[in-house]
């Protein structure tokens, strides 16, 4: 038996990255799961590898999340696949790491699209179905959403506006009575293909140092916590924080 067994799950940016891994990791934990990315191609590619294994337990969608008229078909779609929504993950996002005076407006405008409009259509939209019959929503956040990162403007702004947000739909939808738990994982310092494109080995022993454990995240870590915060384990949880940082925010 899986943890996930008989849920439903759309993760967003699922075509790579800590998405696609989350992908993987739910399915294997028994879930069905809608690949939602604006990578049509790489989305249709991941789809038909996983459903080797996972057959038809896993299907694909070409989402821009800031759409909103993509994220009603993206949901209407699942539940004419799967007949149900249990579980979304907000994990497509954008990084653009400027300074203040670097950056342009236009480099705030998108990060705020990507970042916060697309997890906003998204939470509005299955909250809608979900209501119901209950479900959790993960908004994939980030240490810059936590401290301010002096040369991430864009990206921090639009990861501390995530997390706030996703602290007021938890409370509006436990008020409400509707049995939907809203949290955020924020990641920090995790071995993703992105990061390793970014800095040498060099560049990344020096990260190490600035991590209280000493090592880096694996895009496991940050999957575990997903799949915890999409299981009925954490039906008592919702609008948290769970800082996967190796305790960086914890000596700020």
Not at 113 to 126: F, H, R
Not at 230 to 241: N, Q
Request: charged fraction near 20%.
């Amino acid at each position: 038996m899986g943890r996930l067994d008989s849920k439903v799950a759309i993760i967003t940016g699922g075509a790579s990255g800590l998405g696609k891994h989350a992908v993987s990791m739910m399915l294997a934990e028994g879930a069905k799961v809608v690949i939602a990315d604006l990578n049509d191609d790489l989305g249709r590619k991941v789809c038909d590898e996983l459903s080797r294994q996972f057959q038809d337990k896993v299907h694909f969608v070409k989402l821009d999340v800031t759409d909103e008229r993509m994220w009603q078909q993206t949901i209407d779609e699942t539940i004419s696949k799967f007949d149900q929504i249990d579980i979304l993950v907000n994990s497509a996002g954008i990084s653009i790491s400027k300074n203040i005076e670097a950056m342009s407006l236009e480099d705030l405008r998108k990060s705020l699209a990507i970042n916060v409009e697309g997890p906003y259509l998204g939470m509005k939209a299955v909250i809608e179905v979900m209501k119901s019959h209950g479900g959790s929503i993960i908004n994939i956040g980030s240490m810059a959403g936590v401290v301010g990162l002096s040369q991430a403007m864009p990206y921090s702004t639009s990861k501390g506006a995530l997390r706030l947000m996703t602290k007021s739909v938890a409370v509006y939808c436990a008020k409400q009575g509707y049995n939907i738990r809203v949290n955020t994982v924020n990641p920090a310092y995790i071995r993703t293909p992105m990061l390793e494109g970014v800095y040498n080995d060099e560049q990344i022993e020096g990260l190490k140092t600035l991590i209280p454990l000493g090592k880096l995240g694996t895009m496991a870590d940050v999957s575990q916590a997903i799949v915890y915060l999409s299981s009925d384990e954490s039906s008592f949880i919702t609008g948290v924080d769970i800082n996967i940082d190796g305790g960086v925010n914890a000596g700020k």
